[in-house]
């Protein structure tokens, strides 16, 4: 019988295969968080483990806060004496001290999800290096992963674990709202999760797909002439399609009224293609 999830462990230790000086920085700014009643989540590797009971080796920590405490937070690291910058202003902000640094999430990288007060519901919680912390709910795990289709990166392994652990608790409603009118990223994880796991397709509620296929036969009935010219392709990767958009005259989705990211935030996000190192 297939094995699915059992509830989270009490203590996320990462210790094991961290460097002490890491394992001891990352406890440090969880604790001056949480002493400041920031409000902030717990996401990537830890999460993933959380939530599937998959462990794997991270350089760094993730945590996840809405844009609005991300000067405050800054600040208060900064008063510890570690260095904070902030490569991708439409998403991301990192702090360091020495080499181990953490990562301050306020957003999707393609501009699409902003963190907001309904990332933190129905939220795991767990002590994280003695820490208190809560995690990513599952949903918003799923969610931070779907438009991660890289050359060298792509998440769909992750997104199949997750809905194989959890298809039965999830918020479905929820989630199809999270989507909005990118639900055919979801449609195209569900219908994978089916050729994966071919004996659990019918863990995936059957309203679901009915909704999902409803809106692909009625799209293909009528096709959206004002996005004729638009690649919704770099909403996915921000390397693989831009040769639509910068030869072959199509409208960059990011930018066509959908998402949140500027002509600049797209131009630093596509200049760090070339410093950012391949997996």
Not at 39 to 61: E, Q, S
Request: glycine share 8%; net charge neutral.
């Amino acid at each position: 019988m297939p094995q699915h999830a059992t509830p989270p462990p009490s203590d996320l230790s990462l210790e094991e295969g961290l460097e002490p000086a890491a394992a001891d920085f990352y406890r440090a700014v969880l604790q001056v968080l949480v002493a400041e009643r920031i409000p902030f989540l717990v996401g990537g590797a830890v999460a993933h483990a959380c939530h599937t009971g998959i462990r794997r080796p991270t350089k760094d920590l993730d945590l996840f806060i809405q844009r609005a405490d991300c000067a405050r937070t800054a600040q208060l690291l900064q008063a510890q004496g570690w260095r904070t910058e902030l490569p991708y202003p439409h998403w991301l902000a990192k702090v360091y001290r020495g080499p181990a640094f953490v990562d301050l999430i306020f957003g999707t990288g393609n501009g699409l999800t902003p963190v907001d007060a309904a990332w933190f519901r129905r939220n795991r919680r767990a002590t994280l290096l003695g820490v208190p912390v809560r995690i990513v709910n599952v949903e918003d795990s799923l969610l931070t992963k779907a438009f991660i289709m890289e050359r060298e990166r792509y998440d769909g392994g992750d997104i199949a674990h997750l809905l194989q652990a959890h298809a039965e608790r999830f918020d479905w409603p929820a989630l199809l709202e999270r989507f909005g009118p990118h639900w055919r990223v979801l449609l195209a994880h569900l219908s994978l999760f089916g050729f994966i796991y071919p004996g659990e397709r019918h863990r995936i509620p059957g309203w679901v797909l009915a909704t999902l296929v409803e809106r692909l036969a009625r799209e293909g009935q009528a096709p959206s002439a004002e996005r004729a010219l638009v690649c919704d392709g770099t909403l996915l990767s921000r390397a693989q399609y831009l040769h639509d958009v910068e030869h072959l005259g199509y409208r960059d989705g990011r930018l066509a009224g959908t998402g949140s990211m500027t002509a600049e935030d797209v131009a630093i996000w596509t200049a760090a293609i070339a410093t950012e190192p391949r997996a």
